[in-house]
């Protein structure tokens, strides 16, 4: 496959290094001097372009029109957009990723018809969520155009989903269990899987039906 | 008539005067250069913004719900495009015009039915019209 990067930043160089090993043809564009030096330094199986990555002569220099993949990462998201755009719509690029790193832009990104949307800021906080534990759900990735949502749950000891068999959680619909991770073991669920406080769940789930996932496994106050 | 403009360059100057020149327009101007907005402080009929004009927050804080026009002409192509894309597809704008340095980004902006107005080619035909006009 031909990949064509849009930005060298730390996220570029580590994806480029990451494609190349899988014996993909990358091309990197940046824009400034610097970077454009260092990835130069840094990649030897990697075609490196010094310039602008929306402008439309130097994207069809670097071959874009035969890219199976367009990836916009720069940090700067107006960049971002413009690039993604032409790639879509101008050279009808298969694939277009592009990086939003503000997240009040993915509405708009989406909303303007530009493919995968990944949001940096969003991914970074749902790390440090999931880190500190500050909420039994993370959402960790949506796809379908925003209509499915993969989850992760913990269940938590005051959850009245602990200790009880998948088949007999009331499940909202159109929500799906995935996979049990149990003290680092890896366990594929079946009706009969005993859910035990500590867990994790990866689901996959509507998005209409997050909220209500989340419900189900909310800890339970007790009484008093 | 509300509209407004980010970008407070030079272009963006001349283009303020010349609209608050009408009596029935309103000035909204957004930059993210307090210097260039100072400026248009105290100016009547002109209101400034600071801050990034393809961020909805400040888009709305400029009163793009009541606007009738936008202007883009930042010394960003990529800005004054989705700037303009976000004034015309998500708050229906009807009058929206984007400067764009970039020839080519021009045309193919413009063929999405995007106003776009391209200072390189507009500057290189007047000055080969001047070049070569009859003495």
Sequence with gaps: ?224 | MKVIVIGSGWVGQKLIDNLLQKEDVEVIVIDNDPMNLNFFVGRERCRTVLGHGTDETVLKLAGIEEAEAFAAVTNNDCINIMASLIARDIYNIKNVVARVYDPELSDIFFNYGLKTICPTTLGASQIKDALLAEF
């Design chain 1, 1 to 224: 496959m031909y990949i064509i990067l849009i930005g060298g930043g730390k996220v570029g160089l580590q994806l480029a290094k990451a494609l190349t090993n899988e014996g993909q043809e990358v091309l990197i564009i940046e824009d400034d001097r610097t970077r454009y030096q260092t990835l130069q330094a840094k990649l030897d199986q990697v075609v490196t372009v010094l310039g602008d990555g929306t402008s439309p002569r130097l994207l069809r220099q670097c071959g874009i029109e035969r890219a199976d993949v367009v990836v916009a990462i720069t940090d700067k998201d107006e960049v971002n957009f413009i690039a993604a755009h032409l790639a879509k719509m101008t050279y009808g690029v298969k694939r277009v990723i592009s990086r939003v790193n503000s997240p009040a832009n993915e509405q708009i990104f989406s909303f303007l018809g530009l493919g995968s949307v990944i949001n940096s800021t969003n991914l970074i906080m749902s790390v440090i969520n999931q880190e500190l534990h500050l909420s039994h759900l993370i959402k960790l990735l949506t796809v379908q155009r925003g209509q499915v949502e993969i989850v992760e749950l913990e269940v938590l000891p005051e959850s009245k989903v602990t200790d009880k068999r998948i088949r007999d959680l009331d499940l909202p619909n159109g929500t799906m269990i995935m996979s049990v991770v149990r003290e680092y073991n890896f366990i594929i669920p079946r009706g009969d899987t005993l859910l035990k406080a500590g867990d994790s769940i990866l689901a996959a789930s509507k998005a209409e039906s997050v909220e209500e996932l989340r419900k189900l496994f909310n800890p339970v106050l007790s009484p008093e």
